[in-house]
């Protein structure tokens, strides 16, 4: 099962006098998403365009859809101008530093899961979460070895073939989240947090050059 946007939102509409997501328009493909779909920009007093992916900075918002082509064409086209109706301009290096932004939130949020008793990490502890039925998300360090990763997913499809599989961090990543040098395979339980989680990977799958989908 492909994991979308519809997933994560499953259960949490709700009518707008009582807090409905706000969307904003792609400054470059003019599409209008819920602004958790989107990451926002903006111009610093130097002129210079900064990502601003907690979306809490000053400034008027500039955003743009979460992928790596369209900011890239953003960049190129220095389509921050157009739309702020000023003389600005992108900082060097605007992808990247948004793609490290969106990992370093990711993993700040493994990281509180784990603090709340959300997080197992290591193969045998996953396959056991695995069996019991308590694991909600999958991961698997997307430079691990391919036998470990295709025996994580028969596990998966054997017990949830339905769980989403998220491939996208390497294992000192996930690692660093558990105080180890790399970890492989990781699994979490439900909850809100998860489902922020959930919201955070799909930004950053778009941002990823060589990133597996996100599937289940």
Do not use: Y
Request: charged content about 25%.
């Amino acid at each position: 099962m492909k994991l979308s946007w519809q997933h994560v939102h499953i259960g949490s509409k709700m009518k707008k006098h009582k807090g409905e997501i706000p969307e904003r328009r792609c400054i470059v493909t003019g599409s209008v998403r819920p602004v958790n779909e989107l990451i926002r920009c903006v111009a610093g007093p130097d002129g210079i365009v900064v990502p601003d992916v907690d979306a809490k900075l000053p400034g008027r918002g500039l955003w743009l859809s979460a992928e790596l082509d369209v900011v890239n064409t953003a960049v190129a086209k220095n389509m921050f101008a157009r739309a702020a109706k000023a003389q600005v301009k992108p900082m060097d290096g605007l992808a990247d530093r948004i793609e490290t932004l969106l990992v370093g939130r990711c993993l700040s949020l493994i990281g509180m899961m784990r603090r709340a008793g959300g997080v197992i990490a290591g193969f045998e502890k996953t396959r056991g979460w695995l069996r019991e039925g308590k694991c909600a998300v999958l991961l698997a360090g997307r430079d691990g070895a391919a036998d470990g990763r295709a025996k994580v997913r028969g596990l998966m499809e054997a017990a949830s073939p339905d769980l989403p599989l998220i491939e996208l961090f390497d294992a000192a990543e996930l690692g660093r989240t558990v105080g180890r040098d790399h970890v492989v395979h990781m699994g979490f339980t439900g909850g809100q947090m998860t489902k922020r989680f959930l919201a955070e990977t799909l930004r950053l799958q778009g941002f990823r050059t060589n990133k597996p989908d996100v599937s289940g």
